[in-house]
T-cell receptor
Framework: QKEVEQDPGPLSVPEGAIVSLNCTYS??????FMWYRQYSRKGPELLMY????GNKEDGRFTAQVDKSSKYISLFIRDSQPSDSATYLCAMTTGNQFYFGTGTSLTVIP | ETGVTQTPRHLVMGMTNKKSLKCEQHLGHNAMYWYKQSAKKPLELMFVYNFKEQTENNSVPSRFSPECPNSSHLFLHLHTLQPEDSALYLC????????????FGDGTRLSIL
């Protein structure tokens, strides 16, 4: 079983839609959770960093962590064409980092 | 300059060539990383340096040789690579290992002929 599972998509939504991106994990020792956005021909860019279960909001982005279900989500409200990118989840036990494979998102104008 | 800078952005080399990738971070971080990114695969951690000391070598073939002369610079020396080594090589840094988020450069796209 992989440490981190992420649906690769691709996911295609109309502009203005709410987008939900998800990752599941198997290791209950994961403590810190991150979401990165990667545009084509660029490196991953940190979007959100959370520690505890619950929600963290930053503008149109909300990160949600459910440690009991070993499930994390990233919600994008009022999606824009500029949100078209690959989104990677990442998590760490404090000793090792693990990344998902990434979900490719296209927001259609 | 700010952030993490990688050069060159693109590199094409033959299997018998020797080349080096360079990474520089301007964030004052103490940890630096090399990753390999291939299509439809998770990022593969290759090497970790913390305060210039290598703390992890993730079973990487010896044809990849890292060098970290100081906390701001990281190199990846390449020699006698194989076609399957073609990928995007990403450098990252973080304040310390490994519980804090990593900040990435834009990578070097490597193609082996």
């Amino acid at each position: 079983q992989k440490e981190v599972e992420q649906d690769p998509g691709p996911l295609s939504v109309p502009e203005g839609a709410i987008v939900s991106l998800n990752c599941t994990y198997s290791n209950s020792a994961f403590q810190y959770f991150m979401w990165y956005r990667q545009y084509s021909r660029k490196g991953p860019e940190l979007l959100m960093y959370t520690y505890s279960s619950g929600n963290k909001e930053d503008g149109r982005f909300t990160a949600q962590v459910d440690k009991s279900s070993k499930y994390i989500s990233l919600f994008i409200r009022d999606s824009q064409p500029s949100d078209s990118a690959t989104y990677l989840c990442a998590m760490t036990t404090g000793n090792q980092f693990y990344f998902g494979t990434g979900t490719s998102l296209t927001v259609i104008p | 300059e700010t952030g993490v800078t990688q050069t060159p952005r693109h590199l094409v080399m033959g299997m018998t060539n020797k080349k080096s990738l360079k990474c520089e971070q301007h964030l004052g971080h103490n940890a630096m990383y090399w990753y390999k990114q291939s299509a439809k695969k998770p990022l593969e951690l290759m090497f970790v340096y913390n305060f210039k000391e290598q703390t992890e070598n993730n079973s990487v073939p010896s044809r990849f040789s890292p060098e970290c002369p100081n906390s701001s610079h990281l190199f990846l020396h390449l020699h006698t690579l194989q076609p399957e080594d073609s990928a995007l090589y990403l450098c990252a840094s973080s304040p310390r290992t490994p519980d804090q988020p990593q900040h990435f450069g834009d990578g070097t796209r490597l193609s082996i002929l």
